[in-house]
């Protein structure tokens, strides 16, 4: 991203982080032995968020490059 000088590269990089930063506290939640439907719980609300950023930030920077290489 940075060699494609890519605008919105500190805001993906810091939803990155936080993603990071979500999986460990939901392991956290796990070993602490927080009661197993809330961490399932989390656990989806997560995964939803992750996959609404693949579907739509990840995708449209992969469009963007291609775009930018001519395919």
Known sequence: MLSHDYV?????????EI???R???LRHDF?????IFRVMFALR?????LVHHIKTIDIGI???HSKRDGK
């Open 23 to 25: 999986v460990y506290c």
């Open 31 to 35: 070993d602490s032995g927080l009661p």
């Open 45 to 49: 609300m997560f995964i939803d968020k």
């Open 62 to 64: 992969a469009k963007l």
């Open 8 to 16: 919105g590269y500190r805001i993906h990089k810091d939803d990155h």
């Open 19 to 21: 993603f990071k930063a």
